[in-house]
């Protein structure tokens, strides 16, 4: 059984750095062919893709963040890490990580979640 486990500070302050990390137990982020994501709910809308990385380590941005933001991986432990630069309040959400086991990044197509963890960005 694959879990997930976001870890990170649940406040930060505007013009500062959002930096994430996902824990995966049951499984290697570097195994064929699973893609790790993360995404976001902010209060009161939908579910937003951010970005991911592959088994490869390869990188995928969604264009609207893409230039804020940077996903890196620690396979000796199995972590991937979130960073999301210049943050607004407007980047105040509820923070996945989710494994893809396709290259679709659609919502439907993960078949595991962290828990979430909120992140509130206010001075």
């Known amino acids: 059984q694959v879990q997930l486990q976001e870890s990170g500070p649940g406040l930060v302050k505007p013009s500062q750095t959002l930096s994430l990390t996902c824990t995966v137990s049951?499984?290697?982020?570097?195994?064929?062919?699973?893609?790790w994501s993360w995404i976001r709910q902010p209060p009161g809308k939908g579910l937003e893709w951010v970005g991911a990385i592959a088994y490869s380590g390869s990188t995928y941005y969604s264009p609207s963040l893409k230039s804020r933001t940077s996903i890196s991986r620690d396979t000796s432990k199995n972590q991937f890490t979130l960073q999301l630069s210049s943050v607004t309040p407007e980047d105040t959400a509820v923070y996945y990580c989710a494994r893809d086991p396709t290259h679709y990044f659609a919502l439907a197509t993960y078949d595991y979640w962290g828990q979430g963890t909120q992140v509130t960005v206010s001075s």
């Open positions: 049951g499984g290697s982020i570097t195994t064929h062919y699973y893609y």
